[in-house]
């Protein structure tokens, strides 16, 4: 079965994020008491974070579809290849008879 879409994953796009906050603090804390060449080497560690694309590993499935008996249901599901995190959501709410 195919998946519905394929997108970034939050939670490596916020792991990413995370280590550039990181990478940047130490070069604010750090300017004057490393190296030129270590401070660089971090500069240059940062720059490729900001300029890698995270690869669409969070797989999405999902649904939406009214029952006769006039329920109406939502589900959703997504994980991550990568970290595995994943997330699933269903509704199922009676929405009154049709007429
Ligand atoms: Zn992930």
Do not use: H
Not at 15 to 34: P, T, V
């Amino acid at each position: 079965m195919s998946a519905n879409n394929w997108t970034v994953c939050p939670k490596c796009f916020s792991r990413m994020s995370y280590e550039i906050d990181n990478i940047n603090d130490l070069l604010a804390n750090e300017y004057g008491n490393i190296s030129a060449d270590g401070y660089l080497a971090l500069v240059n560690k940062r720059d490729l974070l900001i300029q890698k694309k995270l690869p669409y590993e969070f797989r999405e499935d999902y649904e939406i579809f009214m029952q006769k008996n006039g329920e109406l249901y939502i589900r959703y599901g997504g994980s991550c290849s990568v970290c595995g995190y994943s997330k699933e959501f269903s509704l199922g709410k009676f929405m009154g008879e049709a007429r």
